[in-house]
């Protein structure tokens, strides 16, 4: 059996301790505060950010009802006619996400990022019956010029193969979309990431809009630019960066989504603030049962939150030369668990979450953070109703095979995402007492 919360307690009791967390001196609201780093403690500048301030262009700054942080309890729901906007600043090829309920039903928050005449929706065998007639509606409502062809997908990660691409390929062309066509993704991060690099590839490139409909998607995966598929030999081998023209966030989505996939989607939420958001963990615990319950402004502030906080990772390091990579707290022991215990046995969140409760147990082992710390991510992981151990099955061995073969090995040293310091901060780094990845292995799993 993997060990017990108690048990990694006592474990973690007997570890050297860090001063209580105090706030950053940048963590005034509105402030950043980038911090200077010890060469060879940390490979990289971490921009710490208790609340964001992103460049938003024009009319698109920060706005509306939902904006504020809605407290445990709240009942308050958004106005379905304002919404959110985060910018994306990526220069020229800078985009909005657009971030409220009732977006769906407003045509021209999707139809001012088509280009063309013609557009291809891609989506799947679960998601159509629910969206697609709506998402067709908006896109032309008002607007008889606009064609609209749809392909649905098979539904699940075993499908993001070749093969399915090859399916949104035949309809496009058989469809004779032409370069200044528009695909539109609808769908969760598996459509998202299909849909985004058929568009990358297809005619060299045509645009395309993100209808991110799971909360992962809408925290993370239609953020960015990273589209791919799956090879038989691993998990997204094949893709292109290539972002969208805009990512439009409808948060009614999220009402007919499995709660299983609600809580995944929360444990990339709990991993930006524990990432460089402190004050948004803070807003966690104490809103994690409205978010359960879906409260629509709960649900809307919590998105926009994460968007913004991948939004500026993303703006500064593109292409993840290092930065970036802090996006992956948890995901090299979260893709261990994935790839040992096999694909669809857990979602990519719950194995996440259980990767971050053995980082930060890392963290703590190696004295670099507070034991409080420690006890508040296991707690919040609970109540989203997230794993906090690998499932028994998972070996030390098995770890060390899957964790060998990580994308952040880098000449042979494993580089990984760390906690430092108080809430809020971490390190991307491959300087770290070896034993303590050992004890910590040793310490989740039962041989
Ligand atoms: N590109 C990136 O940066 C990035 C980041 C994280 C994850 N990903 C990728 O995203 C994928 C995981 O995404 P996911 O968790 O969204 O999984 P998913 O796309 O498989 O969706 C989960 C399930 O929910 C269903 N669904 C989607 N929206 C629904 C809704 N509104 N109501 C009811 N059911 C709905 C889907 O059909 C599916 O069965 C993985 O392939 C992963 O590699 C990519
Ligand atoms: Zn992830």
């Known amino acids: 059996m993997a060990v017990s919360t108690s048990s990694i307690h006592s474990t973690l009791r007997s570890s050297p301790k860090l001063p209580a967390a105090t706030r950053l001196p940048g963590s005034v609201s509105g402030h950043r505060a980038v911090l200077s780093l010890r060469r060879g403690d940390l490979d990289l500048p971490i921009l710490a950010s208790s609340s964001i301030s992103l460049r938003s262009a024009g009319n698109r700054s920060r706005i509306s009802a939902i904006?504020?942080?809605?407290?445990?309890?709240?009942?308050?729901?958004?106005?379905?006619?304002?919404?959110?906007?985060?910018?994306?600043?990526?220069?020229?090829?800078s985009y909005p996400i657009y971030i409220g309920s009732g977006l769906l039903d407003e045509?021209?928050?999707?139809?001012?990022?088509?280009?063309?005449?013609?557009?291809?929706?891609?989506?799947?065998?679960?998601?159509?019956p629910l969206y697609l007639d709506k998402v067709i509606k908006a896109l032309t409502h008002g607007n008889s010029k606009i064609s609209v062809e749809s392909v649905i997908l098979p539904d699940g990660e075993a499908y993001k193969n070749m093969e399915t691409l090859m399916k949104v390929f035949d309809k496009a062309i058989e469809s004779r979309m032409d370069r200044r066509c528009t695909f539109v993704a609808l769908g969760g991060g598996v459509i998202g990431d299909m849909c985004g690099f058929a568009a990358a590839a297809f005619l060299r490139g045509v645009n395309f809009i993100q209808i991110p409909t799971t909360l992962m998607a809408q925290v993370d995966s239609s953020v960015g630019g990273k589209t791919g598929i799956n090879h038989p030999l691993g998990k997204n081998l094949i893709g292109a960066f290539f972002q969208?023209?805009?990512?439009?966030?409808?948060?009614?989505?999220?009402?007919?989504?499995?709660?299983?996939?609600?809580?995944?989607?929360?444990?990339?939420v709990v991993k930006y603030g524990l990432i460089r958001d402190a004050e948004f963990f803070e807003w966690q615990e104490k809103n994690m049962q409205a978010l359960l319950a879906r409260d629509p402004s709960a649900l809307a502030y919590a998105i926009k939150r994460s968007c913004e906080n991948k939004a500026e990772v993303v703006a500064l390091d593109e292409?993840?030369?290092?930065?970036?990579?802090?996006?992956?707290?948890?995901?090299?022991?979260?893709?261990?668990?994935?790839?040992?215990?096999?694909?669809?046995?857990?979602?990519?969140?719950?194995?996440?979450?259980?990767?971050?409760?053995?980082?930060?147990?890392?963290?703590?082992?190696?004295?670099?953070?507070?034991?409080?710390?420690?006890?508040?991510?296991?707690?919040?992981?609970?109540?989203?109703?997230?794993?906090?151990?690998?499932?028994?099955?998972?070996?030390?061995?098995?770890?060390?095979?899957a964790m060998?073969?990580?994308?952040?090995?880098?000449?042979?040293?494993?580089?990984?995402?760390?906690l430092k310091g108080p809430l809020g901060n971490c390190v991307f780094t491959g300087n770290y007492d070896r034993k303590a990845l050992d004890d910590t292995l040793h310490a989740f799993c039962k041989s």
């Open 319 to 401: 292409k993840e030369s290092g930065l970036r990579a802090t996006l992956n707290l948890g995901h090299t022991f979260g893709h261990a668990i994935e790839t040992g215990f096999g694909y669809g046995q857990w979602l990519h969140g719950e194995a996440v979450a259980a990767g971050m409760v053995m980082a930060v147990d890392m963290s703590h082992r190696l004295g670099w953070i507070d034991d409080t710390i420690v006890k508040r991510v296991l707690n919040i992981l609970q109540q989203a109703k997230l794993p906090t151990a690998p499932p028994e099955m998972m070996t030390v061995e098995k770890f060390k095979t």
């Open 67 to 93: 904006a504020s942080p809605v407290t445990e309890g709240t009942t308050r729901t958004a106005d379905s006619k304002v919404s959110t906007i985060v910018e994306v600043d990526l220069g020229n090829r």
């Open 244 to 268: 969208p023209q805009s990512v439009l966030i409808d948060t009614d989505t999220l009402n007919t989504l499995p709660e299983r996939e609600l809580a995944s989607g929360l444990g990339e």
């Open 107 to 128: 045509p021209d928050l999707l139809q001012r990022h088509v280009h063309g005449k013609r557009v291809l929706v891609v989506t799947n065998t679960t998601i159509a």
């Open 404 to 418: 060998a073969v990580d994308k952040k090995v880098a000449d042979g040293l494993l580089r990984l995402i760390l």
